[in-house]
């Protein structure tokens, strides 16, 4: 539980998820240490109910909340990039792009390759002890929740390709797609030497 990344820490931001009936989620990655926190959950109500007909009621993800959220992140951490999964949330990542230029990236889940190595990198880094959590226990559930599908073709270790996939319908997993997003984003700003900006301190009145 003590493991919240700071006010102005330096970080990488995930998104992935859908509008309607699904969850969407934002997870925060602290470059310097490998924390991640979940900064946004969003999830149909399990007693949302039927309709008269009996079929499931309609719900879409409050989307000003997530931008709200985007906008508090971009505030309270110095940002270095976003990977957003953009399928579901091009009008808003198009908005976020244009407010925060060069730090959004649009990272696309369904390109196979891309997304295999994603996940392997995290399998890595979580079974080096390199991530660490606050014990979220969404991000525990989601984590949980994530199935395997195996891919056609083998890596450069031999070992065969997969994909995340739902173990069952209703339950989700696009917290730990977030999570993979924002640690792959941690990755390469490691690889490309990123650093925070210089504070400015303004000195003190005499």
């Known amino acids: 539980p003590s493991l919240k990344i700071p006010d102005g820490a330096f970080i990488t931001l995930g998104f992935?998820?859908?509008?309607?009936?699904d969850s969407t989620a934002i997870v925060a990655t602290d470059i310097r240490t490998g924390v991640q926190n979940i900064l946004g959950l969003w999830e149909r109500p399990a007693d949302l109910g039927n309709d008269e007909d009996g079929r499931p009621l309609d719900w879409r993800v409050p989307e000003q909340e997530v931008m709200d959220t985007f906008t508090d992140a971009f505030k309270r951490f110095e940002v270095w990039r976003l990977y957003a999964d953009p399928p579901h949330w091009m009008e808003l990542i198009g908005k976020l792009g244009g407010l925060y230029p060069d730090q959004v990236v649009e990272f696309w889940t369904k390109n196979l390759n891309q997304m295999y190595y994603a996940?392997?990198?995290y399998q890595i880094a979580v079974q080096n002890g390199d991530m660490a959590f606050d014990g979220d226990p969404d991000f525990v559930r989601?984590?949980?929740?994530?199935?395997?599908?195996?891919?056609?073709?083998?890596d450069e270790d031999n070992q065969p390709?997969?994909?995340l996939a739902k173990?069952?319908?209703k339950r989700k997993f696009d917290a730990v797609v977030a999570a993979i997003l924002s640690w792959e984003a941690r990755m390469d700003a490691l690889a490309a030497g990123a650093e925070p900006e210089p504070k400015q301190y303004m000195p003190e009145r005499v």
Not at 142 to 152: E, I, P
């Open 161 to 163: 390709k997969f994909r």
């Open 167 to 169: 173990i069952e319908q």
């Open 142 to 154: 989601h984590a949980g929740n994530a199935g395997k599908r195996m891919d056609r073709g083998v």
């Open 16 to 21: 992935d998820g859908a509008v309607r009936d």
């Open 119 to 121: 996940i392997k990198n």
